[in-house]
Each structure stands twice: as structure tokens, then as C-alpha cells.
């Protein structure tokens, strides 16, 4: 069955909560996103409030540790992670997807532990695009492509991290994600539990999500489904989930802001640590997309320097490109320089580009793979 076979569907029934996160709203960025004018002035207006929000941010102090896990590695479309930029012949680059372990403590002594992209990747070849994947390069072939570094319940026991001490799970946007394991069901499930609900293997944990991108997941657009599973969010409890309005701050030196474009709803979550500023996301795949003329990538420099480029975006969806290119110039802005190589940026990928043999002309000429702070 093709992806066009499977993508018609009615409206879901995908949960709805009324609450809003109880978290401190930053407002710095809303002005901007809307100014008038067009995306030309809202470029302008992101940068200006992206230089004062770093200003405010350093201020609200850091969190405790902030640890990165590996978690898989694997092909994706290079036209879509090098958008219009790499002229490698190569179809695919490699990327590998990392757990974030974000660890804080609140003003009155309350300890707070983040999951950022904590991805269940047994169960994400369900989303429609990655299941034809599966299909074409079944079995040994998807071996070879395929490197499965560890899980998210392996990489928290390895951290010391008890999974009924996790208050919330985030990730940049919900693209390929099912949570039902991590948040359990309220009925069962027949593909992973078909006797009863699934319990919840982070019992205490909420999802915090942008409001518009989980009510957009209840009737999706053609161009939004290939990337979506939708239909694992309709028995999710709702009291497990938070809907986000906006960005905010989770704690000290930890904040989601709103970086829309590349999906609805799109997050970026921005570090305070002992080297600095960094921001997390997946509207690049590796951190020198925001200092293109520094890549030594075939066609990157080139590709940026001719269209007038300062950014290279990762394009498998372009729900608003405009809004893309001026989310990623905030996380330019708001970002510190690397400590180990002072053309780059710390902005770190949450999918991040790997150099690969099979991939030639793709190799990055630069890679975080890690943060250690605390």
C-alpha cells in the first residue's frame, strides 16, 4: 500500500486539554513572529528580539546537568537536509537522532527532570514515510544503513535517571513521535498492547507540546501526514499532556521557545551551561547550516553565497519556509560560539549530520555529537 493509499482519513479525535502549562510566558518573540510588513520585517524584528532575549535568558541562572545520549543513526534524503545547497549525487546523508537528559532544581528545592527528543524508535517506522523506507530496504539491507545506538529507557538507567523522576517529556515538533509507551493509554492498543492499556513507563511525565501543533494533528494536510502518526495520540490521557501557548521557561537556564516553520508548532529548546548559550533543534542538521560560507560541504558555501542565504534549512516539510529561515536566525542569535572551533555555533541539531562511507560528499565539516554540562 502506497503512502497516497493511506494518507485519506477523517478528522481524529486527538485530546484536547484545556489547561495551559503552568510555566512563566516569555513574550520577546510574539511581536516579532506577527510584525507587519511581510517576512522581510519580521526577519528584522526576530533578530532584535532574539539579541534581547539572550540578555534576559543568561539572567535566569542554569540548570543542574544536561547530558546527550545517542540513540539511532540513520539515512535521510539529502534534497531534504541540504535543501537546494549540497551537490553530492549521493540520495541520502546520515543523521543521528540524540536524547537530551535536562536536569534542574526550582527556586523552593523542587528537582525537575526534562526528556528532549526522547524518541521510541522501535515504534516510529509506523510513521507513514520511514514505514515505505522500511519497506524498500527491508530486513539486512536496513542494517547496514540503519545504527541503533541504544533506547530511551537503556539511556536513562545509564544516567542514573529512575523513570518516576521524569516531570516532562518535549520534543522540537512531534514528527515521526509515538509517546504511548512513555505516557501509557487509556485503552488498549492492538499493534503493542492488545489486552489492556499500555502503563505508562514514565508514570509521572507530561508532554509538553505547542497547543497549534496538536490540534493540527486532528485533521492534517496532505503535505503534513507522510510525517505524522496521528492515530497513537487518540488514546493518550489527556491530563498527561500540557499544551504550550507560546514559549516558556521550564527553569533556570532552560526555556522552550517557539521556532514555527518547519512545522506547525515548532520548539526549540535554548541551554544556559557552563560554555554558553545553545539552542536545539531539528530546522538544521548540522550546526554549520548557520555559518554556511564556513562549510566545507560540496555546494553549501556556494549554494548560500549565490540564492543570498545565511541559513540552510533542513526542508523534508516546508509548512512556511519564510517562517523557518527567521526561526533558524534566532537560534543563530541567540547561540554562543563553539569553545572548540570558533566558526561554528552552538546551535546542536537534534538530528545531527554523520559522516558516513556511503555518503559521500556529505561529510560535516564540524560535529558537537555531545553536551556535557553540570
Sequence with gaps: MSIADRLITEPLAIPRPAVTAPFPRIDTFDKALTAPGGFGPRLRACRTAALNFRREFAATGRPDSVRTHDLISL??????????????????VTISNRLLIVRWTETDGTP????????????????????????????????????????????????????????????????????????????????????????AAFPNAKLLAQRDELEAMADLHPFQRPWYQPSTFVDLPPEKILPLDGSVLLGPGVALITTPGHAMGNQSLVLNTDTGIWAISENAIATECLTPDQSRIPGLAKAAKSWGHEVVLNANTIETAYEQ?????????????????SRFLQFFPSSELTGALLNPGTAPTFTHRAIRHG
Excluded at 529561515?325 to 572551533?341: A, R
Design 325 to 341: 529561515y527567521n526561526s533558524l536566525v534566532i537560534e543563530k542569535t541567540i547561540v554562543d560560539v563553539s569553545q572548540q572551533d
Design 112 to 199: 525537575r527532570t526534562l526528556l528532549f527528543e526522547p524518541s521510541d524508535h522501535e515504534l516510529d517506522s509506523y510513521t507513514p514515510y520511514f514505514d515505505d523506507m522500511k519497506r524498500l530496504a527491508p530486513g539486512p539491507v536496513r542494517g547496514v544503513f540503519v545504527h541503533e545506538h541504544t533506547d530511551v529507557l537503556t539511556a536513562c538507567r545509564r544516567a542514573g535517571v529512575d523513570p518516576a523522576e521524569v516531570d516532562y517529556l518535549a520534543f522540537d515538533h512531534l514528527h515521526t513521535q509515538d509517546v504511548r509507551r512513555w505516557l501509557g493509554t487509556t485503552s488498549p492498543q492492538p499493534d503493542i498492547s492488545p489486552n489492556q492499556p499500555v502503563v
Design 75 to 92: 539515512p535521510y534524503p539529502t534534497r531534504y537536509g541540504l535543501f537546494r545547497a549540497a551537490i553530492s549525487p549521493t540520495p541520502f
